[in-house]
T-cell receptor, first 110, second 112 residues
Framework: QKEVEQDPGPLSVPEGAIVSLNCTYSNSAFQYFMWYRQYSRKGPELLMYTYSSGNKEDGRFTAQVDKSSKYISLFIRDSQPSDSATYLC??????????FGDGTTLTVKP | EAQVTQNPRYLITVTGKKLTVTCSQNMNHEYMSWYRQDPGLGLRQIYYSMNVEVTDKGDVPEGYKVSRKEKRNFPLILESPSPNQTSLYFC???????????FGSGTRLTVV
């Protein structure tokens, strides 16, 4: 079993919808949680970074971490066609190795 | 512009012919790492470096070498490439290793 499991998708939503992307993990040592966005033929781009449990908001994006349930989420409000990409969750226990989910591909239709 | 630069972007080579993929960052980051990305397997870490002359294995180090002689550069070396190393490779850097990464644009390698 993988350390990080990500909802596989693909996900297709209409423009303006609220999108929920989710990952679960098994390693209780993970303390640092990240979400990346990857457009086709590009490298991943850091969207959100969270330490430990709680919520973090940045514009239309909200990251949630529930360490007791080993569950993290990324919410996108008022989704736009430009949000169409693959979203990767990533986690780490400390400096050094990051473990990534396999990614969820999102399409936002105009 | 702050960035991670990888070269080449595309490379086709033959089995056994040594190759090097270069990676350079201009952000004075201490931490650098190499990943490969394969369909169904996601991003897997090959090697990482916490600072100059300090490197360590990731999840899939077999068949790869790295060196960190300067802070800005972290080349990936395939001494004897094999077809199972055909993949999309990313270099990434981070200020200290605790924070998220800045990724390069990727190198698509095909070994025939």
């Amino acid at each position: 079993q993988k350390e990080v499991e990500q909802d596989p998708g693909p996900l297709s939503v209409p423009e303006g919808a609220i999108v929920s992307l989710n990952c679960t993990y098994s390693n209780s040592a993970f303390q640092y949680f990240m979400w990346y966005r990857q457009y086709s033929r590009k490298g991943p781009e850091l969207l959100m970074y969270t330490y430990s449990s709680g919520n973090k908001e940045d514009g239309r994006f909200t990251a949630q971490v529930d360490k007791s349930s080993k569950y993290i989420s990324l919410f996108i409000r008022d989704s736009q066609p430009s949000d169409s990409a693959t979203y990767l969750c990533a986690m780490k226990a400390g400096a050094g190795k990051s473990t990534f989910g396999d990614g969820t591909t999102l399409t936002v239709k105009p | 512009e702050a960035q991670v630069t990888q070269n080449p972007r595309y490379l086709i080579t033959v089995t056994g012919k040594k190759l090097t993929v270069t990676c350079s960052q201009n952000m004075n980051h201490e931490y650098m790492s190499w990943y490969r990305q394969d369909p169904g397997l996601g991003l897997r870490q090959i090697y990482y470096s916490m600072n100059v002359e300090v490197t360590d294995k990731g999840d899939v180090p077999e068949g790869y070498k790295v060196s960190r002689k300067e802070k800005r550069n972290f080349p990936l070396i395939l001494e004897s490439p094999s077809p199972n190393q055909t993949s999309l490779y990313f270099c990434a850097s981070s200020l200290t290793g605790y924070y998220g990464y800045t990724f390069g644009s990727g190198t698509r390698l095909t070994v025939v």
